[in-house]
């Protein structure tokens, strides 16, 4: 019964009681069985007493309290579909180092104007929006609005202006600080009554339908900058397919790191047009293995500047007619084919088989290799390349807690995919030299994160074996890794003048705790420097890993790790007179243990130790006069740490601050340095509502 | 003093009888809720990846393997590692027990979100949250929306993902001794890390799919909000998607919410 109803039927029954009580009052016979008789009429009747209500007060009180009782067991009224939902998250990073860098991100822009936002001391807030709009069942529409990120707390009133010094006027820091309100992006998905057709997408896309090796899932940062459209469809539940165009991002998606827009060889760049097209087939043919094929496509195309009608054309020859020609830039096309599938439930198989070709045009792509330090996305001629993984994974077979997985990963020298998956995915099985993953590009974006973010690092040439064997019994959970790596980039005298990019750090293991971009502190070589003018390397590594997990408050949770990596390079091997004068040995070990604990339903807490010793024979250092001058290194790091996480009813709050400590000694003591005492901490509030 | 002995004895074969090991399957292809569910679009859903083919309950000591079986290798597209998540992102299973299958005992409807409730005489007394959801934010949520439901809810000490299946442990203290006699039902939904605000991590379903909504449904609420299940007598034969798809069909969803029914789902029971 509804509310309404309900009220009427208890005002009718009140209305009820009180005609029967008036009936009664008015009918009620004298105390000797006489019924009174009205007044005549000829005289004024005197002044009626007023009735008295028809429910007492006891009464009343209890048909409101049925009332109430009945109201509350209603189940509230629904409201129609929202057409428009709002959600919204916010977002305050806290950040200090005893150093003077001001900022709330450790590692900002890496070109090399860089940028006035980046530094580990300040608090940032930033607030995000993000709209659905259900305009029917078969169309909707969102977008997305967020704050720029890069207004610490202490910039009051800045306006966007910028000025050369920055001042005390509001008015001098940029955009970066001023935390404007920016439309990131918007999509329309409609479903069309086409047969096939699942859907249709025009607009913000996180691209992660495809896969690392042709177009990669963009990092989390960017998840609503790239836009598309999309043509998604299912033939019948056999098979289905996917038709992108996928507009280029101009500032990193091509040769030289843009499309154009900033390329010395260019004038009048043209780059609104540039996309990656991008088909889609997938099927499970007799549903024993499922079958993806991607195919992309990067065309990259600038205005043939001997087309008279070509802004800047000098051509005064040729007629015009209204149509300017276009020559393609760049163009870097991978296609692959993966397989894979679950078979007696614990057998795993994975594979995927790939080409790539790429061609930068040298009329119209400024030499990196040659102009930018070896600082190249791609390399600086007409290339094909192969790339193959295959990985094979028992899910405890014996069902005593064991798991084996063996993977085999070949990677050409000349393999290319420019928009490859940049970070935050991994393609193989090993731990590598960095704390991250390992992807097939050149460009590895670690840039615009926080120390406490893991480095990737490019896999090109790599060419090897990995064995992972899982153990787990009882609350113990471990795993032993080894892998081997030949790397196909192997050579002598290769031309990383010209044509191969070396990323110019080439030497020494990695240090990601202290990197900068400018290498100013020897940190060792670019993770994406995979070419190198003379390699003979190959690579052991060695993993072990194990957590335990103790039934305390809300879980206890002990876990370490050890590694180690061999890795050999004879680099120059026709160096005179001795060809070992510049060979690299390096024996890294890298250990750590720590212990995290749910203590109560929104309190964690860890704490931590790790430390690193890498002993370098021949580490970094060049030939000078016909003199090999490579000296030994030996790094030894520690690093403690804590952190802590609070939850509170869709609030999160997690800080963490670490210890560091460094100390490098070398076979010539003026490269000696010692990193001590450093202190940093990183700590955020979020929420979503 | 002998009818005593009797009786003790009898309760104690009887615990020992009924202490059981416990296996279920589910037909391949019915991930459809009640038969006219769809995926939504985003390509962290893979087709099938809602399939349930298995459970399997094993007492081990003083704990219990729950074992549930996709038809799909578990994928973790969300990198749960990243907000202290259990090794998988997209699925969430809520294994519902009758202990006792007596009319009045336990209780008759699911956590919220699911939209179904049980047979008078089929109410359940436990039920395991198997989701990626990191267990003290799990809590919250059940603190929060689901507290008169509290005492029936279990959430696992630990979990394995090994290809196709999900293994969460929990402890007989909390759960009980797993028996033959008892029913057992898994709802098979999707893990929402941005739920609304009457329900527990559950995905909605719409009419129509969307980008991170199941289809196929209705736009109010009253519709199932699972994919797949297990129907008696789940041996895994394709009828039973049948039994699924009538059962779920039940419900009546619109604006107005006096107006709306709850399907009922069958509880599994071994005897």
């Known amino acids: ?689 | 003093m002998r009818t005593m002995l009797t009786i003790a004895s009898g309760l104690l074969l009887g615990s020992v009888a009924l202490a059981a090991d416990l296996k279920l399957s589910d037909p391949t292809g019915d991930d459809n809720g009640p038969g006219s569910y769809t995926y939504p679009t985003d390509p962290a859903y893979i087709k099938g990846c809602f399939d349930l083919t298995g459970v399997e309950i094993k007492t081990k000591g003083k704990e219990v393997e729950i074992a549930v079986t996709f038809n799909k290798n578990i994928e973790d597209p969300w990198e749960s590692a990243k907000w202290q998540g259990n090794g998988w992102s997209v699925q969430m299973v809520q294994l519902y027990v009758d202990t006792d299958h007596k009319k009045g005992s336990g209780f008759t409807e699911a956590l919220p979100g699911m939209n179904v409730k049980f047979g008078a005489d089929e109410g359940y007394e436990k039920v395991v949250i198997i989701s990626p959801q990191p267990t003290n934010k799990m809590q919250q949520e059940i603190d929060q929306k689901a507290a008169k439901l509290k005492s029936a809810v279990v959430l696992p000490k630990k979990y394995q993902v090994k290809g196709k299946t999900i293994v969460a442990t929990v402890a007989v203290a909390d759960l009980g001794t797993p028996a033959a006699s008892w029913g057992v039902q898994a709802l098979v939904g999707s893990n929402e890390g941005y739920p609304e605000k009457n329900v527990v991590f559950a995905r909605k379903v719409n009419e129509m799919e969307g980008p991170h909504r199941f289809g196929g449904g209705c736009d109010y609420e009253g519709d199932p909000g699972f994919l797949d299940c297990l129907a008696p007598p789940a041996k895994g034969d394709k009828a039973e998607a049948d039994v699924q798809h009538n059962a779920l069909k039940a419900y009546k969803c619109g604006p107005n919410p006096a107006d709306n029914a709850l399907a009922v789902v069958p509880m599994v029971y071994g005897k």
């Open chain 1, 1 to 689: 019964m509804s509310p309404k109803n309900l009220l009427l039927a208890v005002a009718a029954l009140a209305n009820a009681v009180a005609l029967h009580a008036q009936t009664d009052d008015t009918a009620a016979p004298a105390a000797d069985g006489a019924v009174e008789q009205p007044a005549a009429e000829s005289q004024p009747a005197p002044a009626q007493p007023e009735a008295p209500p028809p429910l007492t007060a006891a009464q009343r009180a209890y048909v409101e309290q049925l009332l109430d009782e009945k109201l509350r067991a209603l189940p509230p009224p629904q409201l129609p579909e929202m057409k428009l939902v709002w959600k919204g998250d916010s977002y305050t990073k806290f950040m200090f180092r005893n150093n003077q860098s001001n900022g709330c991100v450790t590692w900002g822009n890496p070109h090399p104007l860089g940028d006035n936002f980046a530094g580990e001391n300040g608090i940032c807030s930033e607030l995000g929006l993000t709209l659905e709009g259900h305009v029917s069942k078969l169309v909707e529409v969102g977008a997305r609005i967020q704050s720029r990120y890069g207004q610490e707390w202490a910039d009051w009133w800045e306006n966007g202006d910028r000025r050369t010094v920055m001042d005390t006027t509001g008015e001098s820091l940029g955009m970066n600080h001023a935390s404007y309100l920016q439309l990131r992006g918007v999509y329309v998905q409609a479903a069309p009554p086409i047969p096939t057709v699942r859907f249709v997408r025009i607009g913000q896309s996180d691209l992660s339908q495809y896969n690392a090796f042709t177009v990669g899932k963009v990092r989390y940062i960017d998840r609503f900058n790239a836009a598309g459209i999309f043509l998604n469809g299912d033939v019948w539940g056999y098979a289905g397919y996917e038709l992108a165009r996928v507009s280029l991002p101009k500032l990193w998606a091509s040769a030289n790191w843009n499309t154009g827009i900033d390329d010395p060889m260019i004038d009048n760049p043209f780059w609104t047009r540039d996309a990656a097209y991008v088909v889609k087939l997938t099927g499970s043919p007799l549903d024993l293995v499922d079958l993806r094929f991607v195919t992309s496509a990067i065309l990259d195309e600038e205005a043939d500047a001997d087309d008279p009608d070509a802004l800047g054309s000098t051509n005064q020859i040729d007629a015009k007619d209204g149509v300017v020609q276009t020559n393609f830039r760049y163009t870097n096309v991978d296609s692959t084919l993966e397989a894979e599938g679950t078979y007696f439930d614990f057998w795993h198989l994975k594979a995927i088989v790939g080409i790539s070709y790429q061609k930068p045009d040298p009329g119209l792509v400024f030499n990196a290799v040659a102009g930018n330090q070896g600082l190249s996305p791609v390399v600086m001629k007409e290339s094909w390349g192969y790339a193959a993984v295959a990985r094979s994974e028992l899910f405890d077979p014996f069902g005593i807690g064991l798991d084996l997985k063996l993977e085999y990963f070949n990677i050409g020298e000349d393999w290319t995919a420019t928009m490859g998956a940049r970070r935050e995915s991994d393609v193989l099985l090993t731990d590598g030299f960095v704390d991250g993953g390992q992807l097939p590009t050149l460009n590895i974006a670690n840039e615009f994160q926080d120390f406490t973010e893991p480095f990737y690092e490019s896999i090109i040439g790599w060419h090897g074996v990995t064995a992972l064997l899982g153990y787990s019994i009882w609350d113990l959970t471990s795993s032993l890794e080894a892998t081997y790596i030949d790397y196909n980039t192997d050579r002598q005298n290769r031309n990383v003048d010209t044509v191969y990019p070396d990323f110019l750090f080439t030497d020494g293991q990695t240090d990601t705790d202290h990197y900068n971009f400018a290498n100013t502190n020897d940190r060792g070589r670019d993770p994406r420097s995979v070419y190198h003018r003379n390699q003979a390397r190959h690579t052991v590594i060695g993993a072990l890993k194990a957590a335990y997990k103790f039934d305390l408050l809300g879980g206890v949770t002990l876990n370490g790790k050890g590694k180690y990596i061999w890795d050999v390079d004879q680099r120059d091997q026709d160096l005179g007179p001795d060809p070992t004068a510049d060979d690299y040995t390096g024996h890294l070990f890298t250990g750590g243990i720590g212990i995290s604990g749910v203590l109560t339903e929104h309190l964690t807490l860890g704490t931590g130790y790790q430390f690193d010793l890498w002993l370098e024979q021949h580490r970094s250092g060049d030939v000078v006069a016909g003199v090999a001058d490579y000296p030994d290194y030996t790094t030894m790091k520690h690093k403690i740490y804590a952190q802590l996480g609070y939850s509170l009813e869709g609030l999160t709050f997690a800080y963490r601050i670490e210890y560091l400590d460094k100390n490098v000694t070398t076979s010539k003591p003026e490269l000696d340095y010692h990193m001590r005492n450093i202190i940093r901490s990183v700590g955020s509030v979020s929420v979503s509502f």
